[in-house]
């Protein structure tokens, strides 16, 4: 809304028929001062108007209003317009992954090959007769000692990373071409707040 100010000026002018020459006198002064009249003006061009209307149902009834894109019967717009808007090409993808990551050490295996590990005896040990948890006899022996080799396999240790500094970025398509391409859109609707007391939907057509 622009407002644009216009300046009058007027004199407050007695009439000079049948007055004597007092009144002639405060004429005279009163024309000294002049009143300033301040008229305002409003420019109100809309580009669209959305009438504030008003609906009833009974309970328990839908209440339909149909309108294009969403717009009440009444409401006033420009349904499409067209504007010359970024269109990418080609795109190549950065998968996510931390930046600026410090490495502490490095990943190994321990150890780097299969080992093998010899048998050997150890202190022989008597083990006396005793009876087991079912109640059955279970004769004494001699533990000779023995412990028999084995192949100890290798395990894999991951590397360690300080990541107290570094920043984490996700995955992206970057635009490697492009240009303006001149694109049509469409007016549009959505629901900003239900009401008071029932449900109010939108279906495809923004109805």
């Known amino acids: 809304m622009h407002l644009f100010s216009r ?7 007695q009439p000079n028929s049948r007055v004597n020459f007092q009144r002639r006198q405060k004429s005279a002064a009163r024309r000294r001062f002049r009143k300033l009249l301040l008229e305002q003006f409003e420019d109100r061009r809309l580009l669209a108007g959305a009438v504030d209307d008003s609906y009833s149902t009974p309970a ?4 339909i209003v149909t309108g294009d894109n969403g717009t009440w019967q009444n409401d006033d717009y420009e349904p499409s317009w067209s504007s010359d808007d970024w269109t990418c090409f080609e795109t190549t993808h950065i998968d996510a992954h931390w930046e600026n990551a410090v490495l502490v050490q490095d990943g190994y295996w321990d ?10 005896y150890g202190d022989p040990q008597w083990h006396d007769g005793s009876y087991d ?4 006899w279970q004769d004494g022996y001699l533990d000779d000692g023995w412990h028999d080799g084995y192949t100890q396999d290798p395990v894999w240790y991951d590397p360690v990373w300080d ?7 996700d995955e992206s398509d970057d635009c490697t071409s492009g240009d303006y391409v001149p694109t049509d859109h469409y007016a549009g609707s959505y629901i900003d707040s239900q009401p008071t007391h029932g449900s109010l939907t939108s279906d495809d057509g923004g109805n």
């Open 163 to 169: 990541y107290s500094n570094a920043n984490w970025v």
């Open 111 to 120: 150890p780097e090959e299969p080992e093998w590990h010899d048998g050997y």
């Open 133 to 136: 948890e079912n109640g059955d």
């Open 7 to 13: 300046l009058s000026l007027r004199n407050d002018r």
């Open 60 to 63: 328990n009834n839908p209440l």
